[in-house]
């Protein structure tokens, strides 16, 4: 069992840069894929970005399209976190931020999925005025 505490969240202005960060409070994320995902009101759970571990301290970014060039996602699995540097906020990023870890490894078609991810934290809140 994962437990994930996210924090970082709040309101930001549009271009502006917060940074989110996950810590496991019990448990390890292994070598099993972590990442984030949002939810805007009256949408559903979408993904953000994930990691795919490769050995060692080696790991693959992955990004939906919509952020790749503007957020980085970072993980240190010494320390079983895993952040999300957030830049160029838009108000359209507006959303709950969840972290999220799987059991199991999965290919690269299925991790963008959040019915594969199965350790969720709380959720939190970013918004983005203008």
């Known amino acids: 069992q994962v437990q994930l505490v996210e924090s970082g969240g709040g309101l930001v202005q549009a271009g502006g840069s917060p940074r989110l960060s996950c810590a496991a409070s019990?448990?390890?994320?292994?070598?099993?894929?972590v990442g984030w995902f949002r939810q805007a009101p009256g949408k559903g759970r979408e993904f953000v970005a994930t990691?795919?571990?490769?050995?060692?301290?080696?790991?693959?970014?992955y990004y939906t399209d919509s952020v790749r060039g503007r957020f980085t996602i970072s993980r240190d699995n010494a320390k079983n976190t895993v952040s999300l540097q957030m830049n160029s906020l838009k108000p359209d990023d507006t959303a709950v931020y969840y972290c999220?870890?799987?059991?199991?490894?999965?290919?690269?078609?299925?991790?963008?999925?959040?019915?594969?991810?199965?350790?969720w934290g709380q959720g939190t809140q970013v918004t983005v005025s203008v």
């Open positions: 999220a870890s799987s059991s199991s490894r999965l290919i690269v078609s299925s991790l963008s999925n959040p019915g594969n991810y199965d350790y």
């Open positions: 990691t795919r571990w490769l050995g060692g301290s080696a790991y693959n970014r």
């Open positions: 019990s448990g390890t994320f292994s070598d099993y894929p």
